[in-house]
């Protein structure tokens, strides 16, 4: 991954749970198209990867373009997005998410989990890298 790695230092009791409910509060915000929320949750200088060939994929960098990718992904699916997460899993400095999203998009239905990878810095969400289960369909949804 690009950019500065977090220290690898003992964390504070407690951090593993602070990060689950970071994680938790993050998925809440996003189902909610709540960007005020997702913004204060991200570091300035987050860096989301998503894997896929189609027009969203690639590397988003900083909480503006994030943001943007984000809202992008509603305005395609016509508010349509939802997902059920099935587990959250996070220690001092990684998370791992898995969620089931489904989506429509003109004759397109999108049924497909995806694993959003993790990783905090200063109590915040520094590194994403989304990766869908079902390339294909993703890609054809976001094409």
């Not at 969203?56 to 943001?67: F, I, N, Q, R």
Request: glycine content about 8%; overall charge negative; charged content about 25%.
């Amino acid at each position: 991954m690009p950019g500065e790695a977090p220290s690898k230092q003992e964390a504070p009791e407690g951090v593993r749970e602070d990060n689950q409910s970071l994680l938790q509060a993050a998925l809440l915000a996003f189902g909610a198209a709540d960007i005020t929320e997702l913004r204060r949750l991200l570091d300035d200088n987050v860096q989301y990867t998503i894997v896929g060939r189609h027009r969203l994929a690639g590397l988003h960098t900083g909480k503006e373009a994030v943001l943007a990718a984000v809202a992008q992904m509603g305005e395609l699916t016509g508010g349509t997005l939802s997902g059920e997460i099935h587990d959250i899993l996070s220690s001092d400095s990684h998370g791992i998410v898995i969620v089931r999203w489904s989506a429509k998009r003109a004759d397109r239905v999108l049924q497909c989990e995806v694993i959003d990878m993790y990783h905090f810095r200063d109590g915040l969400i520094w590194q994403v890298v989304s990766v869908p289960v079902d390339q294909q369909a993703y890609d054809e949804l976001y094409s």
